[in-house]
Each structure stands twice: as C-alpha cells, then as structure tokens.
C-alpha cells in the first residue's frame, strides 16, 4: 500500500472509500473495505458492478496473497516480542503460547491492552482472545466479545457461540444445522458415539480441543532460542553507539547463564524491534564455542560496520533481545599462564570477525571430493560450517615435484580455445586464448580423464589433457574434449589451467 | 612430506638472523631469512625481512601463474614457521578472470592446500579491512592479498599500514598484483616476476620441464636493484638458483599413456583389487 501500515489512522473523509476485491462464486467481489465504507452502502461479498453502482469513484485494489502472507510473517515475527512461541493460523490470525509470559507485562488484562493498543496504533483492526485452550480463543476472538476467559470457565464461555466457532467447515456447520445443533453448547453434552458416527470423528476433535480434553500443540514460527536475554526501553534508542553499549550488556548477562549449563555460544542473533512494527535481526556466527562478552558483542559490531547505511532505525528501537540460537560444549576454558597469548588475536577470533563483516560464505576453504574431473575434485566451503574439524577429508594429495602434473591455478571454468592439432591425438601445435596465439614449443600427454558415465550418462565426453609450454615459456594445462572419431568428429579444445 | 617440511623449518631457523631496528622509533625488529642465493642475499642485505609487505607483480594477465606461484613461494620459505596457515584475500575485481589455486597443483607445489584459507569479499574496501585484519592475527604465516591493476583506496597509506602490522604480528604479507604499474608503496620489496622457458625435465625432454622465472627486484629497502632467474624447488620449499644445472634425483610419476596404444610392460607382481560387488 502506497500509505504505509498508518494510512487507517489518518481518516480520509473527502475521498472515497478503499474496498479490495477478489473472485469469489464467479464474479469480483468486496473481500474487505475501509471502515467508513458501510456509510456508503458496501459490504463484504457485495458484487464489484453493484459497489461501483453505489460509489462510482470508488478505489479498488485486486487481493495479493503473497503480500498478505508477508504481512501476516512479519507481523507474527513482532509478537516475538510478547512470547517466543508464535504461529501462523490461516490467512489471517496468529496464536500466542503466552504461558507464563503475562506477568511480564502487569497481568493479562494490560497484557492484552498492550497488544491492542500497539496494533491499533500500527492501522490493524485486531481481535484478541486469551483463553487456556487454543480453541476457546479462537472461537471468542471470532464469534464472542469477551477478551479474556478466566481460568477453567472456557468451556461455559463458549457454549452459547455456533458451531463455526469450533473451526468446522461450512458443509459440516450445514449439516448440523439442519438437525437443529446451532450452538457449541448443543452438541457439548450429547453422548459421543453417535455423534461420531454421523458427522465425523472431526467434530469431536474440535470439540475436545476446545474444552481442553484434548492437547492442540502450536507449532512457532521461529525455533525457541536455548538462551535469551533482552532489554526494553521505555524511550526507544536510535544511536548506533547505544545498540551497540546494549548488545554488550545482553551478552554479559547471558554468560553467567552459559557458565552454568557449561556452553559456549556458537550460532547468536539480535533481534532489534522497531516500534513500528518492523523486527530486525542479525546473527552472528562462531567457529568455535564463545564465552566471552566482548568477543560475541565484538562480532556484534562488525555485522552493524556491514549494514552501516541499511541499518533503519526509523523511530528507534523499543526492545533488544539476544538469542542464542545454538550453543556447543565450551572446552577452551583453560588459559595458558606461560604463553602470552591474547584471545581477540587467534586465528578463529580472526575467522568469527571476517565471517561476521563479510557472511560466513566468504571466508572459505577447500573440501576434497572423490573425483578424478579436476573442477568436481574441490569445493570451496565456508570454514566457519566445518564445526571445528580441521582435515575431516581423507584424500590422497600429489607429493611435491619438480616437475608438476597439475596447474598452480584453475580457472572457474575451461576456456575455449582455437586450436590447431593433428588428429586423432596430437598436441596442438598453435592456438588461440583470450585473443592471443600462442606457438607450442614442447608438450606432455595426452593424460586422459574420462567422464563419469555414473553421474554424466554414457554419452558425455572424455577429455585428453596435455601440458604444453609455448615459445616464450608460458605453460598451460589445456584438454581436447571427446576423443577422435570415437566420440566425435570435431573435438573442441579447452583451456583449464596455468601452471607457475 | 612432513619429513621434508621439517628439515625446511630447521633450515631455515638456522638462517633466522636479527637485524638491528631500522629507526629511532622502531619497537619491533625486523627478523631475516637468507634466500640461500649469495648475490641475492648481498642485494638485499643478508636477507629477505619475513615480518614485513612485500610486493609481487606481474604485467600480463597470463603472467599470473607465475606471479602467484613467486608469492606463493615466498610464503612457505618465508612465512612465519610456527604457524602453518596461509590466507588469500581476493579482491573482487581480481576473481573475474585469473582463476583459483588448485588444491593438487598447491600440493605438488610444495604447499598443503589445506592450510589454505580464501577471503572472496563483495567490494575492495571489505578486501583492504580483510587484509589488515589478517595480517594483525598472530596465528597465521603467511598472508597474500590479490589485487588487480592499481586501484585508488589500495594507496601509501593502506600499504603502509600492512607494513606495520606485519611487523608487529610477524607475519609475513605478500601484495599480488595482477596486470599492474610501478607504484609506490610502503613495501620492503617488490618483484616484477617474468616467464622464462622451462629447464631440462630429466625424464622426458620434449616435455615442460622445471620451471624457472626471471624476477626483477624493482624496489629494495636496501637500495639496489637487480634481475635474478629463480627456480622453487618444492620438496626443499626454498627458492634456488635457476641458472645453476641441477641434477634431480627424484623421479617424477609419469602421465599414464592413453587408451588404444602400444602399453609399456607392465609391472611383475602388481596386485590389482575390485571393490566388492555387492
């Protein structure tokens, strides 16, 4: 939308109303319109022709389903702040597991304001329930008035609401209407068997998990975080210095916990909530187990140098938490007295602070495959994935040689190349690279590689290398792809490497 | 290959002098290694300075190789020798064309790929903060910063600051710059690095044989300058003389002849052996 989340907030009396539309039983219809719209005469379900009958200059935007499930994401990821245990429902309701969670905020019922009143000031026209069973919220928040239903009276809460508030189908709702059940309340005494047997084990399944006979297990959107530690301000902060001051003071809280469980932080985020709306989150990677406050905000720091300009704190953020997504036995504990080592200079500090300025996917090595191509041979694999294992590949390397087989440096990928050469398998005696022709003094091969028929299919080709060295002393490492009249009649040349 | 790396590191800690500080101001020493070579060590003074920036270039794209194979080499003779790690920064536009050491030539070269750590960052600025932060860490021996032409933000003072670092931290760092000019720069050295036909493969003579390089030594702290033709030597991991007829010993494994041919005689006594097929 063109306002931004606000636009609800700022009435718009003087121009006419906003519906959005979609099509439903075969014609486009109103799915959702502006408050003040009824005054006009529009309604949901209305036919498009018919509204535009009433408002000629009504405004009309066609429903985006991908936008909605964003919206309804990064909404979910905003109620983190509230609990952890946040999921999707449908197209557009979130249930909150927030066991033990209101006390936080003053109780529930300012629990609840609290939720309300931050939406309401977001543009949502929100709805909200808090119930002990899943489905006793759902049902109140739809169909019922009441915003919190005290402990075990769920079940009379819900008795005098339809039977769609038990998350039914309209052809069930139907069908149970024609035999006169119309409410929860109805069906909630009747002996169970024929019920069953009639309309479904189904209905008795929501029926249980409304009453809370049966468990309805949520599943969150974000895996719940081993350890967390967060900050909330009454004044949001928008400084870079003090996000920075506040990720220190979280990753100093959070050690003590970490002591005690005998961890080390591998895998860490901080989520910075804007009072907006917006979550931001950035996560930290360690080589190996940290326990250091300074190190983790340290790493902190360089992820904020990275998004520097990107990092918006439009109004500020009102909360900071750290999370520690993942977290190893921490075995470096004991310091060496002799050796003066400091811990911020090693090596793996070294690879946790590049990782973090860079992405972990920049910092690389080599992972040895069991493969005689030589571009299949290797892969470059972020060192910071390794999980500490130095050489977890058992592969057999080239001894040192005077005069080497393979080239220092491989290109990403074989070149073509004109080359002029005797069939079926001579060297080529000239060829052309990168616009320049090279004259071949003297050359070694062919070594043939041939193709792995087990992953390439039995008609790719095999490939003839050779080594050659042209009048100046360049050498290059190039190969013939397809063998002579056996495979092909016009093999194509490739360069692949260049040896020191 | 551990056997040969271990007399390279007792070799070459014989030759490890300490050289009194350069200037009033100096805290840390310059340590030197002597490259074994009497004119060269005399040019530069007794020795090449391992805890300092050198620069290594090359005029041609395809003289990259060869540049890469000098700075390489400068790396494991002169490389901190407790420390096994080597780091490569890449700047971004030098990833375009020049390719990527292979890990079975490294190994042939005399250096284990695995102690090989690449840095590929998005923009030179984060390549430049890479290089840095890597030459400030302690545990690593050697560190070669790959940069293409001569790009501005790479001036005097980023040099000059590599410089520094290195010699607080010991580790050696190596500036590779691919297709670039003369420029000036904080380093101790720079090498201009040039292809030279190969020598004599004892084994085959139509074949490539050792290689050999012409390195001018353009820049030199000590003042004088000059052309030497260098050759690796991998199983020693030192820098010889490449004018000088060497006679190897070592016998090199042969490329296997192709399919379709007359086969050489096979040995008596080879024992071939199938994978279980089920």
Redesign the interface.
């Known amino acids: 939308m063109k306002w931004g989340k606000s636009w609800i907030l700022s009435a718009r009396p003087e121009n006419p109303p906003i519906a959005v539309t979609d099509t439903e039983k075969n014609a486009v219809r109103i799915v959702a319109h502006e408050a003040h719209a009824a005054r006009f005469g529009l309604f949901n379900g209305q036919s498009l022709s018919d509204a535009r009958a009433l408002v000629p200059d009504l405004e009309c935007h066609a429903r985006d389903r991908t936008a909605e499930r964003k919206l309804l994401g990064s909404l979910a990821a905003w109620c983190e702040r509230y609990t952890p245990l946040v999921a999707l429902d449908g197209e557009d309701s979130l249930f909150m597991d927030v066991t033990g969670c209101t006390h936080l905020f003053g109780g529930e019922a300012s629990f609840i304001a609290d939720i309300e009143t931050r939406l309401t000031a977001q543009g949502f026209t929100v709805r909200t329930c808090l119930a002990d069973t899943a489905g006793a919220a759902w049902a109140m928040a739809r169909h019922g008035t009441g915003r919190i239903i005290a402990r075990d009276q769920h079940a009379q809460a819900i008795s005098g609401l339809p039977l769609a508030a038990l998350r039914l189908d309209a052809v069930l709702v139907n069908s149970l209407g024609r035999v006169g059940f119309k409410t929860i309340g109805c069906i909630a005494g009747l002996p169970r068997a024929p019920l069953a047997a009639r309309f479904g084990t189904h209905l008795l399944d929501r029926l249980d998990q409304a009453s809370g006979r049966q468990d309805e297990i949520i599943s969150p959107l974000m895996p719940v975080a081993e350890l967390a530690s967060e900050k909330r301000f009454a004044d949001p902060i928008v400084h870079e210095d003090d996000i920075k001051r506040c990720i220190g003071l979280l990753a100093g809280n959070i050690i003590a916990l970490l002591e005690r469980r005998d961890l080390g932080v591998r895998t860490c985020e901080v989520k910075l909530f804007r009072v907006d709306g917006e979550v931001l989150s950035l996560s930290v990677h360690a080589a190996n187990p940290l326990r250091d406050a300074n190190r983790i905000a340290a790493l902190f720091h360089e992820r904020l140098a990275r998004l520097h300009t990107d990092l918006d704190a439009g109004f500020g953020f009102d909360i900071l938490r750290l999370n520690i997504l993942q977290a190893d036995p921490f075995n470096g504990g004991q310091h060496d007295l002799v050796e003066r080592?400091d811990a911020g200079?090693?090596?793996s500090?070294?690879?946790d602070?590049?990782g973090a300025?860079?992405g972990t996917d920049?910092?690389?090595?080599?992972s040895?495959a069991d493969s005689h191509i030589?571009e299949r041979?290797?892969t470059?694999v972020p060192?910071s994935g390794r999980d500490g294992k130095?050489?977890p590949?058992q592969v057999t390397?080239?001894?040192?040689?005077?005069?080497?087989?393979?080239?220092?440096?491989?290109?990403?990928r074989p070149e073509p190349i004109d080359a002029v050469a005797q069939v079926p398998?001579s060297p080529p005696s000239r060829f052309r690279w990168?616009k320049?022709l090279y004259e071949i003094?003297?050359?070694?091969?062919?070594?043939?590689i041939a193709c792995e028929w087990w992953r390439d299919g039995r008609a790719s080709l095999s490939r003839?290398y050779f080594?050659?060295?042209d009048?100046?002393?360049?050498?290059f490492w190039l190969f013939r792809y397809g063998l002579y009249d056996r495979e092909t009649t016009r093999p194509d040349w490739y360069m692949h490497?260049?040896?020191? | 290959m551990t056997a040969i790396a271990h007399t390279s590191i007792a070799g070459a800690a014989k030759n490890r002098v300490q050289l009194p500080s350069s200037g009033p101001g100096d805290k840390a020493r310059q340590t030197s290694v002597s490259f074994d070579i009497p004119d060269l060590d005399q040019h530069l003074n007794g020795g090449t300075w391992t805890n300092a920036l050198h620069e290594v270039r090359c005029s041609l794209a395809r003289d990259f190789a060869c540049a890469a194979g000098f700075a390489l080499g400068l790396a494991a003779q002169f490389g901190k020798q407790d420390a096994r790690r080597i780091f490569w920064v890449i700047d971004p536009a030098a990833s375009i064309d020049s390719g990527l050491p292979f890990p079975d030539g490294l190994s042939e070269y005399g250096i284990d790929p695995k102690a090989m750590v690449f840095v590929r960052p998005i923009t030179l600025q984060d390549a430049l903060w890479s290089a840095d932060q890597a030459a400030k860490c302690s545990d690593l021996s050697a560190v070669i910063f790959q940069v293409k032409g001569n790009p501005k933000p790479f001036d005097m003072t980023a040099t000059r600051r590599l410089m520094l670092r290195a010699r607080e931290s010991g580790v050696l760092v190596c500036v590779l710059r691919q297709s670039g000019a003369e420029e000036a720069s904080a380093a101790a050295t720079r090498w201009h690095v040039e292809i030279m036909p190969s020598g004599p493969d004892p084994d085959f003579e139509h074949g490539p044989g050792q290689t050999r390089h012409v390195q001018t030594l353009e820049r030199n702290r000590h003042g004088r300058t000059g052309q030497w033709t260098l050759s690796w030597n991998p199983e020693n991991r030192a820098f010889e003389d490449g004018t000088a007829k060497t006679q190897t010993t070592h016998r090199v494994r042969r490329i296997h002849a192709s399919a379709h041919r007359p086969d050489s005689p096979v040995e008596v006594g080879q024992v071939v052996d199938f994978e279980c097929a089920s």
């Open positions: 080592k200079d090693s090596y500090a070294l690879i602070r590049l300025r860079l920049r910092v690389l090595q080599f040895f030589p041979r290797f470059l060192v130095t050489d590949d390397l080239p001894a040192p040689a005077r005069t080497p087989t393979r080239p220092l440096i491989l290109l990403e398998d990168r320049v003094a003297r050359s070694e091969g062919p070594e043939r003839d080594r050659v060295e009048t100046q002393g360049y050498r490497g260049l040896f020191s």
